[in-house]
């Protein structure tokens, strides 16, 4: 069954730090661009972050540059969120997904999707 896994996320107090992880089960990740997306209730998904297949190239969304930063590991077949200097705003429901294009903001680009995992920040 081809799938991605996500791990991590939870509460945290602003501030702080939390890091996702997305391994693909049944298939390599090595030739797609993976992409963070994240829903907040009562609004729309919304990308946060990609990285093309191989590293080369990463993009984030303005509200987030400078406090994430994405990753991967090939060998691993795993992707990383690594998410600093978390605000409230930042508390939403994450998801990974794996496009066999090229990074979009267009979730329909994407071909597989993680589960999702909730982000909550808050004191």
């Known amino acids: 069954q081809l799938q991605l896994v996500q791990s991590g996320g939870g509460l945290v107090q602003p501030g702080g730090s939390l890091r996702l992880s997305c391994a693909a089960s049944g298939f390599t990740l090595d030739y797609y661009a993976i992409g963070w997306f994240r829903q907040a209730p009562g609004k729309e998904r919304e990308g946060v972050s990609c990285i093309s297949s191989r590293g080369g190239y990463t993009n984030y969304a303005d509200s987030v540059k400078g406090r994430f930063t994405i990753s991967r590991d090939n060998a691993k077949n795993t992707v990383y969120l690594q998410m600093n200097s978390l605000k409230p705003e930042d508390t939403a429901v994450y998801y990974c997904?794996?496009?066999?294009?090229?990074?979009?903001?267009?979730?329909?680009?994407?071909?597989?999707w993680g589960q999702g995992t909730q982000v909550t920040v808050s004191s």
């Open positions: 997904a794996a496009s066999a294009y090229v990074c979009s903001q267009t979730p329909l680009r994407y071909n597989y």
